[in-house]
Protein backbone atom coordinates (compact mmCIF):
# COMPACT_ATOMS: atom_id res chain seq x y z
CA UNK A 1 0.00 0.00 0.00
CA UNK A 2 1.94 3.32 -0.74
CA UNK A 3 1.69 6.06 1.15
CA UNK A 4 -1.50 8.69 0.35
CA UNK A 5 -3.07 6.12 -1.79
CA UNK A 6 -6.90 4.04 -0.80
CA UNK A 7 -6.83 1.08 1.00
CA UNK A 8 -8.31 -1.65 -1.33
CA UNK A 9 -10.39 -4.01 0.63
CA UNK A 10 -11.39 -6.69 -1.20
CA UNK A 11 -14.63 -8.93 -0.47
CA UNK A 12 -15.70 -11.96 -2.47
CA UNK A 13 -17.79 -15.19 -1.67
CA UNK A 14 -20.24 -17.00 -3.40
CA UNK A 15 -23.56 -16.00 -5.13
CA UNK A 16 -25.86 -14.68 -2.23
CA UNK A 17 -23.24 -15.22 0.49
CA UNK A 18 -24.09 -12.22 1.96
CA UNK A 19 -21.17 -10.14 0.31
CA UNK A 20 -23.08 -7.39 -0.28
CA UNK A 21 -24.24 -6.84 3.25
CA UNK A 22 -20.44 -6.97 4.79
CA UNK A 23 -19.72 -4.31 2.31
CA UNK A 24 -22.61 -2.18 3.02
CA UNK A 25 -21.89 -2.64 6.61
CA UNK A 26 -18.40 -1.76 6.34
CA UNK A 27 -19.09 1.53 4.08
CA UNK A 28 -21.65 2.21 6.53
CA UNK A 29 -19.57 2.48 9.68
CA UNK A 30 -16.95 4.57 7.81
CA UNK A 31 -19.20 7.14 6.25
CA UNK A 32 -19.76 7.88 2.59
CA UNK A 33 -17.06 10.64 3.33
CA UNK A 34 -14.33 7.46 3.46
CA UNK A 35 -15.55 4.29 1.44
CA UNK A 36 -16.81 4.25 -1.50
CA UNK A 37 -18.18 0.28 -2.75
CA UNK A 38 -17.53 -0.70 -6.24
CA UNK A 39 -19.02 -4.04 -7.70
CA UNK A 40 -17.92 -5.91 -9.87
CA UNK A 41 -21.10 -6.66 -11.21
CA UNK A 42 -21.07 -3.69 -13.08
CA UNK A 43 -18.04 -4.89 -14.78
CA UNK A 44 -19.88 -7.62 -17.14
CA UNK A 45 -19.03 -7.44 -20.62
CA UNK A 46 -21.77 -5.82 -22.72
CA UNK A 47 -23.73 -8.67 -24.77
CA UNK A 48 -25.55 -5.84 -26.49
CA UNK A 49 -24.40 -6.84 -29.88
CA UNK A 50 -25.77 -10.58 -29.44
CA UNK A 51 -29.24 -11.68 -30.47
CA UNK A 52 -31.26 -11.59 -27.45
CA UNK A 53 -32.09 -14.97 -26.73
CA UNK A 54 -28.33 -15.71 -27.23
CA UNK A 55 -27.59 -13.41 -24.21
CA UNK A 56 -29.28 -15.61 -21.85
CA UNK A 57 -27.78 -18.77 -22.74
CA UNK A 58 -24.00 -17.74 -21.87
CA UNK A 59 -22.25 -18.73 -18.64
CA UNK A 60 -22.46 -15.45 -16.85
CA UNK A 61 -20.26 -17.23 -13.60
CA UNK A 62 -17.45 -17.92 -15.66
CA UNK A 63 -14.22 -15.20 -14.94
CA UNK A 64 -14.70 -14.86 -18.81
CA UNK A 65 -17.87 -13.12 -18.46
CA UNK A 66 -15.91 -9.96 -16.94
CA UNK A 67 -14.09 -6.85 -18.61
CA UNK A 68 -11.16 -7.60 -16.62
CA UNK A 69 -9.01 -5.04 -17.94
CA UNK A 70 -11.50 -1.76 -17.45
CA UNK A 71 -12.13 -2.90 -13.83
CA UNK A 72 -8.20 -2.80 -13.02
CA UNK A 73 -8.10 0.49 -14.93
CA UNK A 74 -11.28 1.72 -12.74
CA UNK A 75 -9.38 0.44 -9.31
CA UNK A 76 -6.03 1.77 -10.15
CA UNK A 77 -8.05 5.47 -11.35
CA UNK A 78 -9.52 5.62 -8.01
CA UNK A 79 -6.66 4.79 -5.82
CA UNK A 80 -4.66 6.95 -7.89
CA UNK A 81 -7.37 9.90 -6.31
CA UNK A 82 -9.34 10.37 -9.79
CA UNK A 83 -12.77 9.66 -10.32
CA UNK A 84 -14.67 7.34 -12.45
CA UNK A 85 -17.11 6.80 -14.94
CA UNK A 86 -18.43 2.98 -13.80
CA UNK A 87 -20.84 1.23 -16.03
CA UNK A 88 -24.30 0.71 -15.49
CA UNK A 89 -25.63 -2.87 -16.47
CA UNK A 90 -28.97 -3.89 -17.07
CA UNK A 91 -29.26 -7.55 -15.83
CA UNK A 92 -32.66 -7.90 -18.33
CA UNK A 93 -30.73 -7.40 -21.05
CA UNK A 94 -27.92 -8.50 -20.62
CA UNK A 95 -26.38 -5.18 -21.98
CA UNK A 96 -24.62 -1.83 -20.57
CA UNK A 97 -26.69 1.44 -20.34
CA UNK A 98 -25.41 4.00 -22.21
CA UNK A 99 -25.34 6.37 -18.94
CA UNK A 100 -22.34 5.76 -16.51
CA UNK A 101 -22.01 6.89 -13.05
CA UNK A 102 -19.54 8.89 -11.22
CA UNK A 103 -17.88 7.62 -8.77
CA UNK A 104 -15.38 9.82 -6.82
CA UNK A 105 -12.22 8.24 -4.96
CA UNK A 106 -12.36 7.49 -1.11
CA UNK A 107 -9.91 7.08 1.54
CA UNK A 108 -11.33 3.70 2.03
CA UNK A 109 -12.02 1.64 -1.41
CA UNK A 110 -14.30 -1.52 -1.13
CA UNK A 111 -14.35 -4.15 -4.64
CA UNK A 112 -17.08 -6.91 -4.10
CA UNK A 113 -17.54 -9.42 -6.41
CA UNK A 114 -17.86 -13.58 -6.64
CA UNK A 115 -14.31 -13.35 -8.33
CA UNK A 116 -12.31 -10.67 -7.65
CA UNK A 117 -9.51 -12.99 -6.35
CA UNK A 118 -9.25 -14.77 -9.65
CA UNK A 119 -7.51 -12.12 -10.76
CA UNK A 120 -3.85 -11.79 -10.45
CA UNK A 121 -3.21 -7.89 -11.04
CA UNK A 122 -6.29 -7.21 -8.68
CA UNK A 123 -5.02 -9.55 -6.10
CA UNK A 124 -1.75 -7.95 -5.65
CA UNK A 125 -3.02 -4.25 -5.13
CA UNK A 126 -5.65 -5.63 -2.46
CA UNK A 127 -4.74 -4.98 1.44
CA UNK A 128 -7.14 -7.18 2.73
CA UNK A 129 -9.04 -9.53 0.99
CA UNK A 130 -12.16 -11.17 3.06
CA UNK A 131 -14.00 -13.92 1.73
CA UNK A 132 -17.58 -14.86 2.93
CA UNK A 133 -18.49 -18.00 3.50
CA UNK A 134 -22.00 -19.37 3.67
CA UNK A 135 -24.27 -22.68 3.13
CA UNK A 136 -24.99 -23.57 -0.19
CA UNK A 137 -28.26 -23.60 0.72
CA UNK A 138 -28.51 -20.26 2.18
CA UNK A 139 -27.11 -19.28 -0.75
CA UNK A 140 -29.38 -20.17 -3.72
CA UNK A 141 -32.52 -19.22 -1.43
CA UNK A 142 -30.67 -15.65 -1.43
CA UNK A 143 -30.27 -15.61 -5.09
CA UNK A 144 -33.77 -16.93 -5.93
CA UNK A 145 -35.02 -14.06 -3.75
CA UNK A 146 -32.66 -11.49 -5.40
CA UNK A 147 -33.18 -12.30 -8.88
CA UNK A 148 -37.10 -13.04 -9.05
CA UNK A 149 -37.50 -9.88 -6.78
CA UNK A 150 -34.95 -7.33 -8.37
CA UNK A 151 -34.42 -8.63 -11.72
CA UNK A 152 -37.40 -9.89 -13.33
CA UNK A 153 -36.23 -13.45 -13.65
CA UNK A 154 -38.47 -16.80 -13.39
CA UNK A 155 -38.16 -19.17 -10.87
CA UNK A 156 -37.33 -21.94 -13.25
CA UNK A 157 -34.65 -19.97 -14.86
CA UNK A 158 -32.90 -19.21 -11.86
CA UNK A 159 -32.79 -22.79 -10.89
CA UNK A 160 -31.77 -23.63 -14.20
CA UNK A 161 -29.20 -21.19 -14.68
CA UNK A 162 -28.16 -22.02 -11.30
CA UNK A 163 -27.60 -26.00 -11.97
CA UNK A 164 -26.28 -25.44 -15.13
CA UNK A 165 -23.65 -22.62 -14.32
CA UNK A 166 -23.64 -21.36 -11.23
CA UNK A 167 -22.91 -23.86 -8.95
CA UNK A 168 -19.92 -25.77 -11.43
CA UNK A 169 -18.43 -22.21 -11.54
CA UNK A 170 -18.50 -21.71 -8.02
CA UNK A 171 -17.07 -25.10 -7.38
CA UNK A 172 -14.64 -24.54 -10.07
CA UNK A 173 -13.31 -21.08 -9.90
CA UNK A 174 -15.13 -19.34 -6.65
CA UNK A 175 -14.68 -21.77 -3.76
CA UNK A 176 -10.93 -22.43 -4.41
CA UNK A 177 -10.46 -18.39 -4.35
CA UNK A 178 -11.05 -18.14 -0.67
CA UNK A 179 -7.47 -19.61 -0.17
CA UNK A 180 -6.05 -16.43 -1.65
CA UNK A 181 -7.92 -14.65 1.36
CA UNK A 182 -6.80 -13.12 4.47
CA UNK A 183 -10.10 -13.36 6.48
CA UNK A 184 -12.53 -15.85 5.83
CA UNK A 185 -15.86 -14.71 7.23
CA UNK A 186 -18.60 -17.65 8.22
CA UNK A 187 -21.85 -16.22 8.03
CA UNK A 188 -21.45 -12.79 6.33
CA UNK A 189 -22.84 -10.07 7.68
CA UNK A 190 -23.99 -11.74 11.22
CA UNK A 191 -20.71 -12.52 12.29
CA UNK A 192 -20.50 -9.17 14.41
CA UNK A 193 -16.39 -10.53 15.92
CA UNK A 194 -15.35 -10.65 12.42
CA UNK A 195 -16.74 -7.39 11.15
CA UNK A 196 -15.45 -5.64 13.94
CA UNK A 197 -12.26 -6.81 13.62
CA UNK A 198 -11.50 -6.14 9.72
CA UNK A 199 -13.00 -2.40 10.75
CA UNK A 200 -10.17 -1.96 14.11
CA UNK A 201 -7.56 -3.41 10.93
CA UNK A 202 -8.77 -0.74 8.50
CA UNK A 203 -9.28 1.98 10.97
CA UNK A 204 -5.62 1.47 11.56
CA UNK A 205 -4.50 1.43 8.19
CA UNK A 206 -6.45 4.35 7.11
CA UNK A 207 -4.51 6.40 10.41
CA UNK A 208 -1.38 5.61 8.80
CA UNK A 209 -2.27 7.24 5.47
CA UNK A 210 -2.72 10.52 6.82
Not at 40 to 48: A, F, I, N, P, V
Not at 57 to 72: E, G, I, T, V, Y
Not at 98 to 127: A, K, Q, S, Y
Not at 147 to 162: A, F, H, K, P, T
Amino acid sequence: MAKGSSVLLGIAGGTGSGKTTVSDEIARSFGAHQAVIVQQDSYYLDLGSLPTAERGRLNFDHPDAFDWKLLREHVALLRSGLPIEKPLYDFRTHSRLRETTRVDPRPLLILEGILIFHDRELREVMDIKVFVDTDADVRILRRLDRDIRERGRSLDSVVRQYLSTVRPMHLAFVEPSKYFADIIIPEGGHNRVALDMIMARLRAMLAHQL
